[in-house]
């Protein structure tokens, strides 16, 4: 985005951090309780810079970013944190064009994150058993500008996908051990499975249900991220932090996997390979 265009998405920031995601338009106009910012004032302008109210206040105009955009979702269910959707797009290795399952669709919170990422020639399959976390997921990927690339499906997931050969599957769903079968007969061999879940116990029966439905390279994860006072003068961790949010479990659905280890730890990955390594590796 050189410079915002009317229709655009664009970030406003207050000196105290308030944030106000807004699409521009010609006779629209920004009202804060320090004042009024027509987008007049903004289009045609480069973002990347400060703007004033009627009132002198300053605020930062800026393009968006996909956690700005997550985060400003309006949520009727618990949303995959940014850290978790982040690290869950590269684990997954989505990129332009990508066909990718996820279910349970609930806010649209990881939906549009893998619309951003497919791109416009990729496809979301997204499920959800629940019709009003479909409608909100709706409007809230239309509000972004990224409903075109996904499909929203009214579905309880035990009755299976109506897709086969995806790329990738994610879900965020409470049970998602039982959804192994389906979930092998949408993903094309190989391709890339995850799953997000809040407690080691989902975790164990997950891992179990892996190994019975020949789901390799099994790897359990958890991010901590701890956000830094930007004070140069007192540089320093927060005081406080997101402590738990969930565990991202991924795997790849193989062919006759002769018993090839199905689940290891994290790993050291040796590239190139060397054969005097490779079997070093712990259990
Ligand atoms: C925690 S929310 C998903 C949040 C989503 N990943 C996000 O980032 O916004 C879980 C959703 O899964 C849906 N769900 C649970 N079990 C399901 C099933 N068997 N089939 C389809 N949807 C299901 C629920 O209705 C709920 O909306």
Known sequence: MSQAREGDLVLFISKDRRRYLVRLAADGALHTKNGVIPHAD?????????????MGVPFLVLEPGTDDLIQELKRTTQIMFPKDIGY?????GIHHGNRVIEAGTGSGGLTLALARAAGPTGRIYSYDSNPQALALARRNLEG????ENVELKERDIADGFDETGVDALFLDVRHPWEYLVQARAALKQGGFFGAIVPTTNQVAALLDGLAQHAFANVQVEELWVRGWK???????????MI????????????ESPFGLVIGHGAGKIVWPPDETTADSEEE
């Open 230 to 240: 930007t004070l140069p003068g007192r540089l320093r961790p927060m005081d406080r």
């Open 144 to 147: 972004m500008g990224l409903a």
């Open 42 to 54: 903004v289009i045609g302008q480069p973002l990347g810079r400060a703007v004033q109210t009627h």
């Open 243 to 254: 402590a738990h949010t969930g565990y991202l479990i991924f795997a790849r659905p193989v």
């Open 88 to 92: 869950t797009l590269m684990k997954l």
